[in-house]
């Protein structure tokens, strides 16, 4: 058995003390239902115990380190999982930087860079040993001189190819490549005056706006300004106007009254300014939506450096022509080419200087090439990524590694691929493989399995209703197997819906739209239909989407000349793959609404009036009730110093959460706490008479997502449970007249079987009333679809054009469609 894992008796969460053998040195893939139990085998249960097992090896110690609940594990391996989770939330962190490909490229831009001498013209050569003579000083700058007119100049180093140091950075936008602004349309009414609403922002509604009239009347009258509140913004003087934008102590103002002391206090016209006040709130905050100013703001490309992020010394730098801003600029493919290219072209003396480094960065970039991410550029930055792209990334950096005798964990990495490109996935996993390595695969994709050399299917059901072996063996083996789930998908064709909604007869229309990669493109979207945007990765289905249309919803057209229609939409809601929330204490209960109701519900019976206990008695995010030493969390962190931090069970409330007087409150024979560790669909009998909870549980079990604890905290969702708990909580709102949803590949982590459950929800949407526009590469959803967009035909300046639009059965007829190839339509 020294080939095999072997798990005897794995009880964790919700697995019925299942045993299994797992072929080591093989690509194997984990599927089933979602909620199923996969996770906890792969991520729970083997992960933990590799890690244990490894630190305990080590000498490390492991006090407090749970052990999964399994009886025994043997033949376990060093273990590396790769998950979805974006963890670098830095603007400035890119492709280029993660992977270090831009480190190699800043070096050979040194060693090769040519430039222009700004005295004579002359080109200069990098290499010092041909003509040209060096001086250092004595705050370590370095020196050369131009071997034409005896010119000096800086010399420059690798750090003046980085936009993350001062040396290289672009000075009027710090080397991000954009200044933000505000839209001044947004924020004024120019026709109306300060009594009428001319600043639009909407803390300046009611009592709050008078107050700062009052503020605005005092520093008139401390400078002498003229005040007419019933003045039209547009009759505003030089003076009025600087006063309301930017406030008395800018420079701006300032300078009309040189000298004149500014007021001290508020009382006296101490007058921050509107915009003045916008971008400090909104700096504060980060730049992010929470700063309620975020919807003003836009990005643009600074006007130094028109988004090439270097100063312009370092951008005029050429290797083979092109300047290291061109070439970060280029999809991986073009980069690939160019590299070659370079190769190539270089003489004897330039090979030997770049030989290592040159050669480094073509296989890391053929590398990202084959798992299909060729069409990102060196520039992208991080945050953009989705979580399959981030994992892909980080998957092509591991092939490098050459590491063997190695248990690679993968969670979904074909989420945000489309099918056309899982080909070259399996081949980065197959040559992990074969270096001697097991490749364990969390994957509902068919064309995975096709290729996997073992399948365990786990079901039959999620949560209580899942947790066991209900398959095993090759994909033939699997169809063949009665009781296994993934089986009876594929046993089933794929059904075609031919119903298809006309819709409402109104449209979106995006206007010559021309950010990334889109290529002057414009589309109409039919309102009151389910809408799938498709095609190759990179094509521009996000960038259409999420940077074009969702901007436009205010008036701000980013990347596009207009956008027509949006009289017809009352809202708004993007629901993309971010996490809901990154705070530990924000669990399924509590982002639902439902823990409100729950404590409402603990806080009448009468246990809880006899000991006078009210609702926040009943909340772990309050003093009160909760447990003090854990502060309501259940658990507390344990420093592991050269490793991350462990989190182990409380040892006061044994995770419970809350004191014991509040866990002697029962209802229905269950404490709070045993509420909170309950699943959704377990709690349906329980709140089956409370007419405020039921319809929230209901839903949830409708939906798919029955199999989640309402305690689970929402950093342990996947993209596509977050989507889906997002649009549940939407679902429970008053309903709008028309809203217009986005989602970003909502079927991410859903079996074929679950996905049903997710169009059951998308058509309850449309069916309301609503539009439902969803960026995917799911076949079973796009079939399901009433109208589709699809982009290509290929990835990056390849793609960003419309290939075909129409319902699913037309785009199966259009032969430039990567997508029609992959609907299979009968």
């Not at 003579?133 to 050369?144: D, G, L, M, S, V």
């Given at each position: 058995m020294k080939d095999m894992i072997v798990i005897k008796g794995a009880k964790e969460n919700n697995l019925k003390n299942i045993s299994l053998t797992i072929p080591k040195n093989k690509l194997v893939v984990i599927t089933g239902p979602s909620g199923s139990g996969k996770s906890t085998l792969a991520l729970d249960t083997l992960q933990r115990e590799s890690q244990r097992q490894f630190m305990e090896s080590m000498g490390m110690p492991t006090d407090g380190f749970s052990k999964p609940k399994v009886d025994s594990m043997i033949g376990l391996s060093p273990s590396i999982s790769v998950g979805q989770h974006v963890t670098n939330r830095n603007p400035r962190s890119t492709v280029g930087t993660v992977t270090d490909m831009y480190t190699y490229l800043r070096l050979i831009y040194e060693k090769l860079g040519e430039r222009t001498c700004p005295n004579c013209q002359t080109t200069i050569l990098p290499t010092l040993d041909k003509e040209a003579?060096?001086?250092?000083?004595?705050?370590?700058?370095?020196?050369?001189q131009c071997h034409n007119c005896d010119h000096r100049l800086e010399k420059l180093t690798r750090s003046h190819f980085s936009y993350n140091t001062l040396e290289g950075a672009c000075p009027t936008c710090s080397g991000l490549g954009y200044v933000t602004d505000i839209h001044l349309a947004s924020v004024f009414k120019e026709n109306l005056s300060l009594k009428e609403g001319a600043v639009a922002i909407g803390m300046w509604n009611g009592s709050y706006g008078e107050y700062q009239r009052q503020i605005i009347k005092a520093a008139s009258e401390h400078y002498g300004i003229t005040y007419d509140e019933n003045l039209p913004l547009k009759d505003f003087s030089g003076e009025q106007r600087d006063l309301l934008y930017y406030g008395v102590e800018s420079d701006i103002f300032s300078a009309h009254f040189p000298d004149v002391k500014p007021p001290k206090s508020v009382g006296k016209g101490k007058f921050?300014?509107?915009?003045?006040?916008?971008?400090?709130r909104y700096e504060e905050k980060g730049g992010s939506a929470s700063s309620g100013e975020a919807a003003y703001f836009y990005s643009q490309p600074?006007?130094?450096?028109?988004g090439?992020?270097?100063?312009?010394?370092?951008?005029?730098v050429l290797v083979a022509g092109t300047s290291i801003t061109d070439v970060s600029d280029y999809s991986l493919e073009a980069m690939h080419a160019w590299l070659i290219d370079l190769q190539q072209s270089l003489g004897s003396e330039d090979v030997v200087i770049v030989e290592s480094f040159l050669h480094d960065l073509i296989s890391k970039v053929k590398r990202i090439i084959h798992v299909g991410l060729g069409y990102l550029s060196m520039d992208r930055q991080t945050i953009t990524l989705s979580g399959g792209e981030a994992q892909r990334l980080r998957l092509a950096s591991i092939l490098g590694s050459g590491l063997t005798g190695v248990l690679y964990i993968l969670d979904e990495p074909t989420a945000g691929l489309h099918p056309k490109d899982t080909k070259g996935l399996v081949t980065i996993m197959k040559q992990l493989r074969d270096l001697g390595n097991t490749v364990l695969v969390i994957e509902h994709d068919v064309d995975v399995m096709k290729e996997a050399d073992h399948i365990i299917d786990i079901g039959p059901g999620a949560g209580i209703n899942g947790g066991t072996v209900v398959g095993a063996g090759t994909l033939l083996e699997l169809i063949k197997q009665p009781e296994s789930v993934t089986g009876a998908f594929l046993r089933d064709k794929p059904v075609l819906h031919e119903n298809h909604r006309q819709g409402s007869g109104e449209q979106l229309t995006i206007h010559n739209a021309t950010k990334h990669n889109l290529q002057d493109v414009t589309v109409s979207i039919p309102l009151g239909c389910l809408v799938s945007v498709t095609g190759v990765s990179g094509s521009g289905k996000s960038t259409l989407i999420f940077d074009v249309l969702a901007a436009g919803e205010n008036g701000v057209y980013q990347g596009?000349?207009?956008?027509?229609?949006?009289?017809?939409?009352d809202k708004v809601i993007t629901v993309n793959q971010s996490a809901l929330s990154r705070m530990q204490r924000s669990n399924v209960a509590t982002y639902t609404d439902a823990f409100t109701n729950i404590r409402n519900l603990f806080a009448s019976l009468p246990e809880a009036k006899e000991n006078k206990l009210k609702p926040k008695d009943f909340s772990f995010n309050t003093t009160g009730g909760r447990c003090e030493n854990c502060q309501g969390l259940g658990f507390v962190a344990v420093n592991m110093y050269f490793s991350a931090d462990i989190e182990i069970p409380c040892p006061v409330c044994h995770g419970s959460r809350f004191k014991e007087n509040i866990l002697q409150v029962t209802y229905k024979g269950n404490s709070i706490s045993d509420i909170l560790d309950m699943s959704i669909e377990e709690s349906l009998p329980i709140f089956d008479d409370h007419k405020k909870l039921y319809p929230i549980v209901q839903l949830l079990n409708e939906i798919g997502l029955g199999y989640l604890k309402w305690g689970q905290s929402l950093t342990t969702l996947s993209g596509g449970e977050g989507q889906r708990l997002k649009l549940a909580k939407e679902l429970n709102k008053p309903a709008n007249k028309s809203t217009l949803y986005l989602l970003d590949?909502?079927?991410?982590?859903l079996h074929p079987r679950d996905v049903k459950q997710l169009l059951l929800l998308l058509n309850r949407l449309v069916d309301a009333g609503n539009t439902v526009i969803v960026v995917e590469h799911n076949s079973d959803v796009i079939r399901a679809s009433d109208w589709v967009i699809d982009l290509g035909p290929e990835g990056g300046s390849a793609g960003g054009r419309i290939i075909a639009e129409?319902?699913?059965?037309?785009?199966?007829?259009?032969?430039?469609?990567?997508?029609?190839?992959?609907l299979d339509i009968q």
């Open positions: 003579t060096e001086e250092k000083t004595a705050n370590f700058k370095e020196y050369i921050e300014g509107i915009l003045t006040g916008m971008r400090r600074c006007s130094d450096c028109h090439k992020r270097l100063n312009k010394e370092s951008r005029e596009c000349e207009k956008i027509t229609g949006f009289k017809s939409i590949e909502p079927s991410t982590g129409g319902t699913p059965e037309e785009i199966t007829n259009e032969k430039a469609s990567h997508t029609g190839a992959f």
